[in-house]
Structures are given as structure tokens and as C-alpha cells.
């Protein structure tokens, strides 16, 4: 029997998501990758839909495809995130729109597709990247709106652990420190790197890794695996 699964990842174009789709790939598993910038694809075992996951047609357009293609949805990555470091009375009312567009209605609509899905054959599971200033706020980086919207993903995946634990549907986080990928100018490493016990920030391979380890531990649902050099154990 073919071990080859299907999985869709979104915010896919560039950096942690991009580097997820090549690991699974390379696991032999089919993959279904969406972002707004997203060069459209169809091959024999990965698709690419270009489009704005804020939009609930872009959730149904991706995972239709997903069962149109591959027959099914095993693994839902909800990866894409925006985030804007500012001090809270700073925030315009375009800056709440763009946070909670994507990082709320992108993570909402696509994971109600993915797990409707899921459930015609009683398994599947969805892992979410969050942020570890969501628990351990830091005065150096104001993030109010990713507190906000990430941390509401981090209460969301435990309520859905719970409602879907029968159903063989597994829910997860991954909650990163920060990392080195293209959302952080290479100027800031120095500065970044110091906001971590550990002096150093993290790659993006630590990311995608703690995805994959939980995509295979079918005993672990409900879990805020950080992967954040120590900043969740305080400073």
C-alpha cells in the first residue's frame, strides 16, 4: 500500500512554506501549495493555486483540487501569517485588516475545506505556525495583532484536538521563535539572534522539522511544540 499522502500548505511561495513543500515532496507525498504570488502548476503529484487565502473561494478552490487530483486531504499546513511589529496605538485600520484577514479568516476557512474533507475518511491533521510572542510577550518587539491572531490559533487547535480526537483528526501547532528566513533583513540578525536564550536565531529546517515530526507522531494532538530557542522558558 502507497505510504504517499496528500498535504496542502499555504503562505507556500517563499520561506518556511516553500521549504515545507520540498520536505514533503521529498517524503514522496503529494502537495498542494497556495499563495497569493504562487506561480500556477499542475504536475503528476504537486499543484500550485495561486490566490488570496483570506478568501473563502481560495479555500475551496484548494481543496478541491486536492480531491479532484489526489482523491483526498490528509495534512493541512496553515502556514501563512502576517506580521507587523508595531507599537499598539501605531496600528492603522489597514494594518488590523491585513493581520486578521490573513492570519484569522486564512487559518478559518481553509482549515473548516480541509477538515470537511478529512472527515469522509476518518483521519487527517492540521498543523498551524504560530509564534511564541503569543505567550511570551517581549517588550523589544511590540506585536500586539500577533498576539491577537496567533494566539487565538493556539486556543483554536486545542478546542479542535478535543471536538475532532474521535474522529482521527489530529490538530497541532508549531510556535516559532524567530527565524532566519526572508520576512527578516539580514541587518536585524545581530539584534534578532540576542532576543533568544540561546543567542542565535533559528533556521528554517527547525521549523519545517518540528512539522514533520508531528505529522508523524499520531499519539500527539492538542500539542504548542516551541521551537523557539528558549524563549518560551522565559529569559
Avoid: W
Wanted: proline letters at 4%; hydrophobic letters at 45%.
Amino acid at each position: 500500500m502507497s505510504t504517499s499522502r496528500v498535504i496542502i500548505v499555504t503562505g507556500a511561495s517563499q520561506g518556511i512554506g516553500a521549504e515545507t513543500v520540498k520536505a514533503f515532496r521529498a517524503q514522496g507525498h503529494r502537495v498542494v501549495a497556495t499563495a497569493r504570488s504562487i506561480t500556477p502548476t499542475i504536475e503528476s503529484d504537486y499543484i500550485a493555486i495561486a490566490g488570496d487565502i483570506a478568501d473563502p473561494a481560495t479555500a475551496r478552490r484548494v481543496v478541491n483540487a486536492a480531491v479532484e487530483h489526489f482523491g483526498r486531504v490528509d495534512t493541512l499546513v496553515n502556514n501563512a501569517g502576517v506580521f507587523i511589529a508595531k507599537p499598539f496605538t501605531q496600528y492603522t485600520a489597514e494594518d488590523y485588516a491585513a493581520i486578521t484577514s490573513v492570519n484569522l479568516n486564512g487559518f478559518f476557512y481553509i482549515t473548516q475545506s480541509a477538515i470537511a474533507a478529512m472527515q469522509k475518511h476518518g483521519s487527517g491533521h492540521v498543523v498551524s505556525v504560530t509564534t511564541t510572542l503569543a505567550e511570551q510577550a517581549n517588550s523589544n518587539v511590540p506585536s500586539v495583532l500577533a498576539s491577537l491572531t496567533k494566539g487565538g490559533l493556539n486556543a483554536a487547535t486545542k478546542s479542535l484536538a478535543i471536538e475532532y480526537a474521535r474522529a482521527g483528526i489530529r490538530a497541532n501547532v508549531v510556535s516559532p521563535g524567530i527565524i532566519k528566513s526572508p520576512m527578516h533583513p539580514v541587518a536585524a540578525h545581530e539584534t534578532l539572534a540576542a532576543l533568544h536564550p540561546v543567542g542565535r536565531m533559528g533556521e528554517m529546517s527547525d521549523i519545517v522539522n518540528a512539522i514533520l515530526y508531528l505529522d508523524a507522531a499520531p499519539f500527539v494532538t492538542g500539542e504548542i511544540l516551541h521551537v523557539d530557542g528558549g524563549q518560551s522558558a522565559g529569559h
